[in-house]
């Protein structure tokens, strides 16, 4: 992996307390009675009355309702083969004081609690733990209130909206109003915004997290904290520093930006022979982040069969907050290469380039924002990603192609950075990939539940990403924390975590930051009640 030297700078000062030790009290009880612990405790913890059938699903109960609010989010459908540890139960809460009784109710009974927001996590975190049985999961779909406020620029989030219901609703009240966070709409703002959350605003905005004023949460000991609460320590610790490791997020005030009435979009597709010798790439990668912070052309890489033999695809797919003519202008004096003509270009609204960039068909009616859907079908995937500070070479691209050639159903997309991301100083939120990354590469390979290949797709891509060591960024080899990857630090699923595999991927997922960040752990988790196989860990000092 290249990166395993830790560095001295954190190993003075951390003494990591054989963390996961803390809490594997393993109850005597079964979970069914587990449970009516729970409900006990629960009432008598809150005063707002929560009906069983609509808050507690339990396998005991009904398995085949237990396996539908499972599976409702979970997008990995790697993490929901039978052999995957399932929780003793699932409970939904209605109220925030249901969270902060499950919080204490947890902490009495000695169970292990994992939240979900929108289950998007890439390694099922939030609905899964291997690391500790038994487990409940905390889904925080019935807590989705959105509440727009145009006259002052903001919005109350709660976590178990979806981005697409958070544009959709800001939309409905002003069409020259949005919001920077991420591309594809079933993204629950709770867990998305906690690792950062891009978008293709994010050149001229920055990031979701960068557009935070105030947050609701509830700590380790069950209390509701807001801004002024926590504290600064910690409210920088929850905007980047990733779910599950601080406190449960309740809600998030967002700013709200603004935007053009007409957006422009566009998708212009070239095989392999259509860009000979990769020139319209390594243009894309000269200009990608020099380009106005208006523009976002993100380039998607497919495999297609083509009268029966494979090629790779480049899809430069893109939103421009202006109108076509000033596109037009923009695309012939930076990147004339690629061929842009007016008949590409597509006008409409905000929120229908919100629509077009998740990938929809299009013409779907922005309702399709409500449904809490994704454009794609959910399968079983692996993802890593990369940050690029030079421009690749040609014989870099040359073997890139030659490996996504290999594998069924691969993907990448570099994903363009400068604009505003540039200009954001690396400390101001734990999120650390600033200036000097030109874009960021994620790699993704899925098969269908048909496929009992798995290991030959999860194989596939640790080779490529061995292959990219050279032309990525290295010391940390830096990665996006919303695409979690458990394989940095070698951290193999069901092992406990050692601090060598966490400085890994603290290094690799926030640089410098993860330092602050162990320290705002320390502080406010010191037992460690928030967890799981890459949460911020806290430490003991040495004097
Ligand atoms: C199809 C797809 C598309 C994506 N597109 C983008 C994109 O365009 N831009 C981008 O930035 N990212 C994108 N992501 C990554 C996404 O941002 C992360 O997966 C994010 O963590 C999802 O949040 P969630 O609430 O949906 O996930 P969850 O699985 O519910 O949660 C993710 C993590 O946060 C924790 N968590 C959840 N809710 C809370 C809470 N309320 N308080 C504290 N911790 C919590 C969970 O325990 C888990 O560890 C995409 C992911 C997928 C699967
Ligand atoms: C169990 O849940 C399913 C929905 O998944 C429902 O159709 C069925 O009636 C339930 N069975 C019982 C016994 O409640
Ligand atoms: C497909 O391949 C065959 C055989 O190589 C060739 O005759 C035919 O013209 C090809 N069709 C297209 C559309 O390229
Ligand atoms: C691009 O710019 C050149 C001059 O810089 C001009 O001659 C040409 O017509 C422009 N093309 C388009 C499509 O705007």
């Excluded at 951390?14 to 587990?34: E, G, M, R």
């Excluded at 996590?121 to 049985?133: N, Q, R």
């Excluded at 100083?425 to 590469?441: A, L, M, N, T, W």
């Excluded at 458990?486 to 993860?514: E, H, M, P, R």
Aim: contains cysteine; charged residues 20%.
């Amino acid at each position: 992996m290249g990166i395993s030297k830790p560095s001295p700078a954190f190993s003075f000062l951390l003494i990591f307390a054989l963390y996961f030790s803390f809490y594997t009290i393993t109850p005597t009880t079964s979970s069914a009675s587990l449970q009516d612990q729970f409900i006990n405790c629960l009432h008598k913890n809150t005063h707002v009355s929560f009906p069983l059938e609509s808050t507690f699903f339990a396998p005991a109960k009904n398995v085949s309702m237990f396996s539908e609010v499972l599976q409702s989010t979970a997008q990995n459908l790697r993490y929901l083969t039978k052999s995957m540890p399932k929780p003793g139960f699932i409970f939904k809460p209605l109220h925030e004081s249901h969270v902060q009784a499950s919080i204490i109710c947890s902490k009495k009974l000695g169970t292990h609690v994992r939240v979900r927001s929108g289950g998007h996590d890439y390694e099922g975190l939030s609905y899964v733990s291997e690391i500790e049985k038994p487990f409940i999961v905390m889904d925080l779909s019935k807590l989705r209130k959105v509440n727009i406020n145009i006259k002052d620029n903001s919005a109350w989030v709660q976590a178990g909206a979806t981005v697409g219901e958070l544009y959709y609703r800001i939309a409905e009240k002003s069409r020259v109003h949005g919001f920077p966070a991420g591309l594809c709409s079933s993204l629950g703002i709770g867990g998305h915004i906690t690792g950062g959350a891009y978008g293709s605003m994010m050149r001229k905005y920055g990031l979701g997290a960068d557009n935070v004023l105030d947050a609701k949460i509830v700590d380790a000991n069950g209390k509701i904290l807001d801004r002024k609460a926590m504290g600064e320590d910690t409210f920088w610790a929850i905007r980047g520093g990733a779910g599950g490791s601080f406190g449960i997020i309740l809600e998030w005030k967002i700013k709200l930006v603004p935007v053009p009435n007409t957006v422009t979009v566009f998708t212009v597709t070239k095989t392999l022979q259509q860009d000979p010798g990769n020139k319209i790439l390594s243009k894309w990668q000269m200009v990608a982040d020099k380009l106005v912070d208006e523009l976002f052309i993100r380039v998607i890489f497919n495999v297609a069969a083509n009268n029966g033999s494979k090629t790779a695809t480049t899809s430069y797919n893109a939103v421009f907050l202006g109108n076509k003519g000033v596109l037009m202008k923009v695309m012939n004096k930076s990147f004339p290469e690629l061929g842009l003509t007016p008949k590409d270009c597509t006008e409409m609204s905000w929120l229908e380039s919100i629509v077009y960039i998740s990938g929809f068909a299009s013409r779907t009616p922005t309702k399709v924002l409500l449904q809490g859907k994704s454009a794609f079908p959910k399968n079983n995937f692996k993802a890593k990603s990369d940050f690029v500070k030079k421009p690749i070479p040609e014989s870099g691209l040359k073997g890139i192609f030659k490996k996504l050639l290999k594998e069924d159903n691969p993907m990448m997309i570099w994903n363009p950075y400068g604009g505003m991301m540039a200009k954001i100083p690396e400390s101001q939120i734990p999120f650390p990939h600033r200036k000097g990354v030109i874009f960021k590469i994620q790699y993704v390979t899925n098969w269908p539940d048909s496929d009992r290949r798995a290991s030959r797709h999860i194989k596939w891509i640790r080779d490529l990403y061995s292959f990219m060591t050279p032309y990525v960024s290295a010391n940390p080899r830096q990665a996006y924390v919303n695409y979690r990857d458990l394989d940095l630090g070698q951290n193999k699923k069901g092992c406990k975590s050692t601090i060598n595999q966490a400085q890994v991927w603290g290094a690799s997922y926030f640089k410098d930051n993860f330092k602050r960040l162990v320290k705002v752990k320390t502080k406010v988790d010191p037992n460690n009640f928030f967890r799981h196989e890459q949460s911020i860990p806290p430490m003991l000092v040495q004097n």
